[in-house]
């Protein structure tokens, strides 16, 4: 069996998380969701024979349960008042917008989380980059003081959602680096670069602690990063955990994207939607197990 899902929002993040669910042999995209059939990517949808809509979150209220996980991809004041109505509606939501309505998820780190409530929020493109490989080096903190995070992405990758929601991201990854490491004094800083020919997403971390415990810790990330790429296959370390002058450790990380939606160079798409993937099929397995006892 397929897991049935829905997306709401048709632009650049709506659409590479359609092309990517059509490659799975394990979801059903059943409406693809928007508000202008004559957009391009409505075209594309529709081209694929997806159902399309523009009639927005109205279309889940004139349909009620028309499918087992709702993806939110629009932008983070939206996603609150959707939240409402998939509640009402006992569905599933896995949120793609910063907007803190779900739970916080990283599927590498508490991916479970999925089975225990009906909203995860997938974080930012950043946060779903940075935040594995924070949670395993704070663990070899001690006194741990401070984590920034800095992020360039390709201007040509930020659809209009993600250029609304920008103060949202930055506050959104900060709570989360919070969360997943309990280091309160952080800093997430976005880059939007338009330069051409167009950069591919890079993320760099800055750890600064009273101290760590080095040992092994190059050959845990490896590991990681091997896990990582079970689900996000372009995902590598461009910079090893290196201390500097200043006795800050330093590491950077590149995603490159899959070429689904826009070019190679849009990781910040595939990296968010890829982990939105690898949560669904959480799900479906625990549905093809109900489905089968």
């Given at each position: 069996?397929?897991?049935?899902?829905?997306?709401?929002?048709?632009?650049?993040?709506?659409?590479?998380?359609?092309?990517?669910?059509l490659?799975?042999?394990?979801?059903?995209v059943?409406?693809?969701?928007g508000r202008?059939?004559?957009?391009?990517?409505m075209k594309?949808?529709?081209?694929?024979?997806i159902?399309t809509?523009?009639?927005?979150?109205d279309f889940?209220?004139?349909?009620?349960?028309v499918?087992?996980?709702i993806?939110?991809?629009t932008?983070?004041?939206?996603?609150k008042i959707?939240?409402k109505?998939?509640?009402?509606?006992?569905?599933?939501?896995?949120d793609?917008?910063?907007?803190?309505v779900?739970t916080?998820?990283v599927p590498?780190?508490?991916?479970d989380?999925?089975?225990e409530?009906?909203?995860?929020?997938?974080?930012t493109?950043?946060g779903?980059?940075?935040i594995?490989?924070?949670?395993?080096i704070?663990k070899?903190?001690y006194?741990?003081?401070?984590i920034?995070?800095?992020?360039?992405?390709?201007?040509?990758?930020?659809g209009m959602?993600?250029r609304?929601?920008?103060?949202e991201?930055i506050?959104?990854?900060?709570n989360?680096?919070?969360?997943?490491t309990?280091?309160l004094?952080?800093k997430?800083?976005?880059?939007?670069?338009?330069?051409?020919?167009c950069?591919?997403m890079?993320?760099?971390?800055?750890?600064?602690t009273e101290?760590?415990?080095?040992?092994?810790?190059t050959?845990?990330?490896?590991?990681?990063?091997e896990?990582l790429?079970?689900y996000?296959?372009?995902?590598?370390?461009?910079l090893?955990?290196?201390?500097n002058e200043?006795?800050?450790?330093?590491?950077?990380?590149?995603?490159?994207g899959?070429?689904d939606?826009?070019?190679?160079y849009a990781?910040?798409?595939?990296?968010?939607?890829?982990?939105?993937?690898?949560?669904t099929?959480?799900?479906?397995?625990i549905?093809?197990e109900?489905?089968?006892?």
């Amino acid at each position: 069996m397929k897991i049935k899902v829905a997306i709401i929002g048709t632009g650049n993040i709506g659409t590479d998380l359609l092309l990517k669910c059509l490659k799975t042999n394990f979801i059903e995209v059943v409406a693809f969701v928007g508000r202008r059939l004559d957009s391009d990517t409505m075209k594309i949808a529709k081209s694929k024979g997806i159902v399309t809509s523009d009639k927005g979150i109205d279309f889940f209220k004139q349909n009620i349960k028309v499918c087992d996980i709702i993806y939110d991809c629009t932008n983070a004041s939206d996603a609150k008042i959707h939240a409402k109505i998939f509640e009402e509606q006992g569905i599933k939501v896995i949120d793609l917008t910063p907007s803190k309505v779900g739970t916080m998820c990283v599927p590498d780190v508490n991916g479970d989380i999925i089975y225990e409530t009906n909203n995860v929020n997938m974080i930012t493109c950043g946060g779903q980059t940075s935040i594995p490989l924070l949670h395993l080096i704070s663990k070899r903190c001690y006194g741990l003081d401070y984590i920034e995070v800095v992020s360039q992405i390709s201007s040509n990758s930020a659809g209009m959602a993600t250029r609304i929601n920008i103060d949202e991201y930055i506050k959104t990854t900060k709570n989360a680096i919070t969360f997943f490491t309990g280091c309160l004094n952080n800093k997430v800083i976005l880059n939007l670069n338009p330069a051409e020919p167009c950069v591919d997403m890079q993320t760099t971390m800055f750890i600064k602690t009273e101290r760590f415990d080095f040992k092994n810790l190059t050959e845990e990330i490896v590991e990681k990063i091997e896990e990582l790429k079970t689900y996000i296959p372009h995902y590598e370390v461009i910079l090893q955990p290196t201390i500097n002058e200043y006795g800050v450790l330093v590491l950077s990380v590149r995603v490159k994207g899959s070429g689904d939606y826009l070019p190679e160079y849009a990781g910040n798409l595939d990296i968010i939607n890829c982990a939105a993937i690898e949560e669904t099929k959480k799900m479906w397995r625990i549905l093809s197990e109900n489905n089968y006892n």
